[in-house]
Structures are given as C-alpha cells and as structure tokens.
RNA sequence: GGUGAGGUUCCCGAGUGGCCAAAGGGAUCAGACUGUAAAUCUGACGCGCGAGCUUCGGUGGUUCGAAUCCACCCCUCACCA
C-alpha cells in the first residue's frame, strides 16, 4: 500500500531527491509513520509555492500515515539562506507571530484532525527553541555540524561566491535550527520522515545527521521538485505579485484565472502537481487534448480542482460565475442580481464618486482603479481601442469625458458599469 | 580598525560635465495572430490627459549647466587584522 504512495509520487514527478529510495520505501511498507513538513511565516499568507509540499502532506495521510505541519515561529525570525541571492531583512518579533498564527490556520485546512486515525499535528518550533540558552545551543546542537560541510553546502555557495552578497552568521545558523526541528519531532512524536522543497535539501540532511547523532535514530527525507515553467519565467508570479492562498489576498476568481492561464506546454505536469486527479486519467486528459482541435481541456480542469482543493466550492462557484459572465462576451444576460454578486465574487469593483468626474480624465480613473499601474498604460490601452465600458470602445479623445460616458442612463440597471482593460482585465464601477 | 571595490529608473547593467528621463537586456503591460496558451511581430514602460514635474545612496559645494567634479556622511562586499 505505502509502497504504491512512493511509485505514484514518482509518476506524477514529485520527487526531486530522497533518501534510500530502498529503506525509505521498506519504511513505508513497515507501517504507519509519523512526517512532517515545515512552513516558515515569511508573510501573513502561505503562496502557491507552499501547496506542492502541503498536498505532499495530504497525499501521505490519506495513505495512513500521521503529518505534522511545522510552522517556524522560530525559523521565520532568522530566515532561509537557501539558494537566496541576498540576505534577508528581519522581521520583527511581533510580526512573525501574527504570521505564524495565519499560517497555522491555513495549514490546518488541509489537513484532517478529527475523525481519522492518524490526526494531523500543527507544531511550532518556537515552543523548543524560545527559552534555549545560547551555551546548550552550541555545546548540544552547532557541536555536530561541521562549517566545512555547510559552506560547501550548494544553497550557500552561491552566495558565498557572489559579489557584493555574503552572508550573516544569523542566517548561516539557520541550518542547524531546522536540523533541530527534526531532531526534536523525532523524540516528541517518533517523527521520521521530512518533506520539503528541493532548497530544502541541504537543511533536512542537517536534521537526518543530526537526530543520528542525538538520538540514533534512522530517519529519512524527501524533497519535491521546484516548479518551473516551460518558458522559463518564475512560477506562481502574476502583475499582481505572488499568488496567495488566502482569499482576501488573492480571491478565488484571480485565482482560478491564474490556472487558466496556464500553458499547454506546463499544464499537465501541474495536473499532477496540483491535483488528486490519478496519474492515469490525467494522461487520459492529455491524449484527449492532443487529438482534438483548437483550446485542450485541461487548463480548465486544472482551475476548477485546484480552486475547489483551496476555496472549496463555493469559491470555486463564484469564480467560475465571474468567469463566464466575463470571458462568454455576453453580458446583456447578467440580471441586477448578478451584478451586485459580482463585486461580492471577488471581480474588482469600486464606487464612482461622480462629483469630479468631469475633472478626471480616464487615464486616472482606470489607474486608481487598478486596471494599470499608471496612466500611462491606460493611454496605450485607449490608443488602441482597448477600453471598453459596458461593451463600447473608447480611444484617446474620450479621456477627458468620463462625465459623459458614465452617466446614469449608459449604466446597466443604472447603476453598473463593466469596463475591460484588454483581454483580461475587468473592474465593475458602480454609481 | 586597515586596504581595495562598489551603491544608476522593478531586476541585471551601460553611462565619468551639456546631445541624459538616462544605452542594452530581462520582467511587466497593451495591440496583431490565436484558444483567456506558447512562439513571433508592433507599441508602451519615472510621474502627469497635457503644459510640465521629479530622479541616478544622503547632505552640502564647484559650475551657465552635475548621474558624471569636490567635501563629508551612510550602506554593501572582498581581503587583511
């Protein structure tokens, strides 16, 4: 059974690194066995990088198997060095435990606590080494890693090797605080298995290494692979910056349209990534796709599972509501309800002040908005016939004539106004 | 503490007295072509509808004129102590 887990991770390419690919799979076999995974706050929402790993957890206890999601109340107050190109700026004390409190709370809902054999555990690290005093730490812990071995380590090299970057003492510990972790866990809950990136690597040998010495134990590690994109831009980066977990941050609409956008040339690789979707039906999918003419499936597949998997399914409802009523082309259909649920679905929306609308040219308008990032791109968009409010094309001389395009007869149910920026960009201005 | 090298518009990186809002590349945005994909081509890319306004670590200074010269300061890195 938990041999399969390992052969299926491999098939849907989930693995970059592990330890004895043999003992860890006799291991599995063995029985039930406690992992965990560790996410450190280093803002006050976890991000699509962070859901490759969670799910790795996920896939694990729905095989039997007893997760541990570790935040690092402690980790995140020195910060990573791994494969970083500078170093990082500390945040401060009372920061970092407000993230860690939200991080907790997004880990959780992934994970199942009640109701099953093998409830999940959320640990913080700052629980065993707040109160460490400073001798303990180097006499029991730095005394077992070698500073030959960590500079060595390839996640440092970099920085080592790069001018004008270096690197602090502070972050150069933060192996050995991560090692801890897993010493630690293993002792508390018999823990012996750590996931992670494959940044990770270095840190969770750190731990391997470590909770030997400590506590003659055999442990094990796996690391998933980075996501990439076929063409070779950062994954999980929109204009808008990262793509947060959390709806306020990032809403379920904006986020089903970032799987939408996805490439053919990624997106079935992400179906494995990102979904429970068995490996074989997703190469169904796949072959579907190939024989068929014009747009694949699978983009929308990939929104619909992902969005379900993060905003559950009423998110998943709205997005896809906003969705079709955006993309069909069609929005005489829309009622005066659908509207007012719009704004409420997460489709960007603001109030028209009307007042100073004679005065403000709509460059400013749509900019303010958060249709572009100035005005600039507004005027681009206008020269090219790119502005479109409740469906009519506006160019450059109309700048100055807000007053005149949003008046109350032109709204829809007097009252809204849908102005596209483009292909993709939407707002919903309302009187 | 000593010595050396640096800090340029989102990033990398040119620029060493006027021709500099500042080369080039990347990223990003828009258009064409498409399928809300990729690739390609075109345009934009400090702010401003515009006249114009504000930038090149900071503060002062030299000059008709400074990212460029001078002084002091701050910061980063490397090597040495």
Redesign the pocket.
Known sequence: MSATLLQDLKARGLIAQMTSEDELEQHLANGNVTLYCGFDPTADSLHLGHLVPLLVLTRFQDEGHKPIALVGGATGLIGDPSFKAA?RQLNTPDIVSGWVEKIRSQVSQFLKFEGVENPAIVANNLDWTGDMNVLDFLRNIGKHFSVNAMINKESVQQR?NR??????FTEFSYALLQGMDFAELNRRHGCTLQIGGSDQWGNIVGGIDLSRRQNGAQVFGLTVPLITK?????FG???AGAVWLDPAKTSPYNF??FW????????YKFLNYFTFLPAEQIQQIEREDAER????Q??AILAEEVTRLVHGEAGLTAAKRI??A??SGDTSSLSEQDYEQLALDGLPSSALSGADLA??????LL?DAGL??????????L????VLVNGQAYG?DD??RAAEIFTQTQAKYQKYFLVK?????HHLFTL
């Open positions: 170093e080592l001018d004008g970057a270096g690197i602090s076929a063409d070779g831009t950062k980066k929109t204009e089903f349209q939408m956008n996805t490439a053919d040339a990624d997106v003419e014009g747009r694949p699978a983009q969705t079709e955006l993309f005065e403000t040219p709509l460059t400013t900019s572009a990032p100035g005005g600039k791109q507004v005027k681009d968009a020269q090219r016939n790119a450059v700048n100055m920026l483009g292909k993709k960009k």
